[in-house]
């Protein structure tokens, strides 16, 4: 009823669906362990803010560096 090639052709196309499903699982943790990582460590800004305080810190260092420019530029501020 089945023939060699066509026995072979089936096989080797389940062999790379189970291969393809293990890699696809594999990453899959890769990726929730890699997520689990950055959860558990969020990098703090100067002086131990949270990401709160954090947006407040880079508005008041573009603000100083505005003065520096303007400053550098020769405006009166």
């Known amino acids: 009823m ?3 090639p066509l026995l072979t ?3 080797l196309l389940a062999s ?5 499903l293990a ?12 997520t ?3 959860d558990l460590h969020r990098p703090e ?3 131990g803010s949270g990401s709160g305080m954090a947006r407040i810190e880079i508005a008041d260092l573009k603000e100083r560096i505005r003065k520096l420019e303007a400053i550098a530029a020769g405006v009166d501020l």
């Open 23 to 34: 890699a696809l699982r594999g990453w899959q943790g890769w990726l929730r362990l890699k």
């Open 45 to 47: 800004i100067e002086g």
């Open 2 to 4: 089945l023939n060699e």
């Open 9 to 11: 052709t089936a096989s």
């Open 16 to 20: 790379v669906a189970i291969v393809t």
């Open 36 to 38: 689990r990582e950055l």
